[in-house]
């Protein structure tokens, strides 16, 4: 890296940096595209694949296991194998294993590839991101982390949109397709684009540690992903999966503060920045992608959209990530902390005006609110990244970048998963509570205002009442989990005051 590019602009890096950018940044999409797209499509190869309910649920939770084991990882491998060589195989899998989930032709089939596409695509981001704060100027990072979160946010958002039309084209295996063109040509930026980076460094790997993370990820996953449909801990299959789940913690603490040389380096959180910047990074993984889920049931089940309506929509999202791109590297720059702050708050805000709706919300409310929320989540991205980082050595970026992509994710799946049950138990308790007044003695039923097909005379009148207030009970569900969404933003907006100033860039 030149001198002139440290001193200067942003016109005046290097060819190679920007071939880094764009690679780092489609590589990303491309791995945030898959996180949604699954979701989407998951009725129709429940029906092509003949799967229940239950069974077709694995595709999602073995996917995410997958990928919370294989993110620790990241350091070590790109120490064993090099930058190139690891980010290349990492996203040549990731392409290889798509083509393969559309070619499946059994649930089994698909299960093994969604598990082997979430365990190659876990390096794709925490790599990415160290790449970019190891190889820009620093008073360019905030600039490479706006481009490079842009399409960490920006995926998950395209994903449905494009899925949905190569669904409707054709039909879900397409959805799968249409990651292997942009995949090879990440492969060919990525070859040229790190040519120079292929150092290797011999480490010891620490097999007990990774060993009981591993089980302890694992655990976690699956008593949040299942544990609403097996009613938590009324279920033996839960109580055992967090039995060896604190187990494996404790095992897991214990060695990583005994021997020389861990597989995460606890001492990574005695960094004052890095250690409330991965707890940030939970809080924003909790919010991102939340609304993604919530959304599309929401649309579909209470107010009957379209697939392609509902992609339509949420994309709004992306264009509020992108809103944020024109300022926030400068507001990171001149001050880094008040820019979280407004982010969280302009995030609380998404939630709070969603938490406003009722069932007969607008389009216009739908797109506003989502942008706003995508709008808060890249001011507060980039900034938290880069005051996390600003203080950790170059030689622990990859490790510490491993670190704050798993906090994130597993933020993401407890909040999913809290946010879903949030919505299930408030609709059962809210069907139980407003049924109470469906009497033959409430004198309001038989108000002549009321609908024609509402009343307690005949069966089909009955059912009819019975789906209106089930609509309703489910609304008010989804309104207390964009409570909960705003309250979590609110409540993190103190922990972006216990980070200490940068020194600026002259």
Same mark, same amino acid.
């Not at 060695?255 to 250690?275: A, G, I, M």
């Given at each position: ?82 930058? =190139?060589?690891?980010? /290349? ?24 590839? =969604? ?47 494009? $899925? ?39 480490? =010891? /790997? ?24 097996? %009613?938590? /801990? ?60 919530? /959304? ?7 107010? $009957? ?94 490790? $510490? ?55 307690? %005379? ?49």
């Amino acid at each position: 890296m030149t001198a002139i590019a440290e001193k200067g602009g942003l016109f005046t890096i290097s060819g190679r940096l920007w071939l880094i950018l764009l690679m780092v940044q489609l590589a990303n999409m491309l791995f945030g595209m898959t996180i949604t797209l699954a979701n989407l499509v998951l009725p129709q190869m429940r029906g092509n694949l003949s799967a229940t309910q239950e069974e077709i649920s694995w595709v999602i939770t073995l996917n995410l296991v997958a990928t919370a084991v294989a993110t620790p990882m990241t350091g070590w491998l790109s120490s064993r194998l090099g930058w =190139r060589n690891l980010m /290349f195989f990492t996203v040549l899998g990731f392409t290889v294993t798509s083509l393969l989930c559309g070619m499946a032709t059994s649930l089994e089939a698909l299960i093994f590839a =969604r598990v082997a596409q979430g365990a190659f695509g876990a390096p794709i981001m925490p790599l990415g991101q160290a790449i970019l704060l190891a190889t820009f100027p620093k008073h360019l990072q905030p600039t490479a982390l706006v481009m490079w979160g842009i399409g960490a946010v920006f995926g998950p958002v395209l994903g449905p949109i494009l $899925g949905s039309i190569a669904t409707e084209a054709y039909d879900w295996r397409a959805a799968f397709f249409m990651i292997v063109p942009p995949g090879i040509g990440a492969l060919i930026c990525i070859w040229f684009a790190l040519r120079d980076h292929t150092a290797r460094t011999p480490v =010891r /790997f620490d097999w007990v540690g990774f060993i009981a993370l591993s089980v302890a990820i694992t655990a976690a996953q699956l008593i949040l992903d299942r544990g609403h449909r097996l %009613d938590w /801990f009324e279920s033996g299959e839960i109580i055992l999966f967090a039995f060896i789940g604190a187990l494996a913690v404790w095992i897991f603490v214990v060695h990583c503060l005994t021997v020389p040389e861990p597989f995460l380096n606890p001492r990574l959180l005695l960094d004052r920045n890095f250690s409330i910047g991965v707890l940030l990074a939970f809080v924003m993984g909790m919010l991102n992608f939340t609304s993604l889920v919530l /959304f599309p049931t929401l649309l579909h089940d209470l107010r $009957g959209y379209p697939d392609n309506a509902i992609a339509g929509l949420i994309a709004a999202r992306g264009l509020g990530n992108w809103a944020a791109f024109l300022f926030i590297a400068q507001f990171t720059r001149i001050a880094p902390r008040l820019a979280i702050v407004c982010g969280m708050a302009v995030q609380a805000a998404g939630g709070f005006w969603m938490a406003q709706f009722d069932v007969n919300l607008t389009d216009s409310d739908i797109f506003w609110s989502n942008l706003l929320l995508g709008f808060g989540q890249s001011i507060a991205f980039t900034p938290m990244t880069v005051m996390a980082f600003s203080t950790l050595p170059t030689r622990q970026m990859t490790e $510490g970048s491993a670190v704050f992509t798993l906090m994130r994710n597993f933020g993401s799946s407890l909040f999913i998963s809290i946010a879903v049950l949030v919505v299930s138990r408030s609709t059962a308790s809210n069907y139980s509570r407003l049924t109470e007044v469906l009497t033959p003695y409430n004198k309001s039923l038989s108000m002549p205002g009321l609908p024609a097909q509402w009343g307690l %005379d005949d069966t089909r009148s009955l059912l009819s009442l019975s789906n209106e207030v089930l609509r309703q009970a489910a609304m008010i569900g989804y309104l207390n989990a964009f409570y909960l969404m705003a309250f979590t933003a609110l409540a993190a907006v103190p922990l972006a005051a216990l980070m200490r100033g940068t020194k600026r860039d002259s």
